[in-house]
């Protein structure tokens, strides 16, 4: 069974543009969450797909924003990247059953210059 | 405000013996609890889990153990191996809210 896949696994950008990563998440898996992780800070709550609406989200500005499809498939965008942006950001998917375990993908490590 | 702590920042232990890594929580609300292991350029990887209905769940030489009165998880590796060595990583959940709270990670050394 293949796992939570995010694209790309490496990115950098400037400081003012935006960007765009994807996240599948396992096949059956409908909430899509999204973390971002920096040193020090562990995993920070961004925001949680379910059937293509928002359903929870953390705080982050937003800059920060997110999208999930028909297929469950998401996307999470930030835009007038500044220097603080710079992380590791992590996908994770679940049932939507209640008291169900996240499964992450492998994350994208965005780098801001 | 971290409603989900884990105070150790690193452990190391030596291999064969136990380790234990241990979490606290404020948020009375949450009432299920998970455990992730992380590899460098990894993603973390799902380990064990509890719910608030119990106070030990058991798979392998993992154990989480509950106590809801303290607001505190621990989670128990025997025998511990070289490749535990990673950080650890505690989450919790409110009832119903698919929204996890993780704290901000043990790294945990296990010494040949």
């Known amino acids: 069974k293949a796992g939570v896949t995010q694209t790309p696994r490496y990115l950098i950008k400037t400081r003012g543009q935006q960007v765009t990563l994807s996240c599948s998440p396992i096949?059956?898996?409908?909430?899509v969450s999204w973390y971002q992780q920096t040193p020090g800070q562990g995993l920070q709550f961004l925001f949680e797909?379910?059937?293509?609406?928002?359903?929870n989200k953390g705080n982050f500005p937003g800059r920060f924003s997110g999208r999930q499809f028909s297929n469950s498939r998401s996307e999470m965008n930030v835009s007038t990247l500044e220097l603080g942006d710079s992380a590791l950001y992590l996908c994770?998917?679940?049932?939507?059953?209640?008291?169900?375990?996240?499964?992450f993908g492998d994350g994208t490590r965005l780098s801001i210059l | 405000d971290q409603q989900v702590k884990q105070n150790s920042p690193s452990l190391s232990v030596q291999e064969g013996r136990i380790s234990i890594l241990n979490c606290d929580y404020t948020?009375?609300?949450?009432?299920?609890f998970l455990w992730y292991k992380k590899y460098p350029a990894e993603g973390p990887t799902f380990l064990i889990s509890?719910?608030?209905?119990?106070d030990k769940n058991e798979d392998g030489r993992f154990t989480v153990f509950l106590n809801k009165s303290a607001k505190h998880l621990s989670l128990h590796i025997v025998p511990s191996q070289p490749g535990d060595s990673a950080v650890y990583f505690c989450?919790?959940?409110?009832?119903?809210?698919?929204?996890?709270?993780f704290g901000t990670g043990t790294r945990l050394k296990v010494l040949a």
């Open positions: 994770a998917s679940s049932l939507s059953s209640p008291n169900q375990p996240q499964h």
């Open positions: 096949s059956g898996h409908r909430s």
């Open positions: 797909y379910f059937s293509e609406t928002q359903r």
């Open positions: 948020n009375s609300m949450f009432d299920y």
């Open positions: 509890i719910s608030s209905i119990k």
């Open positions: 989450a919790a959940s409110g009832s119903g809210t698919y929204k996890y709270i």
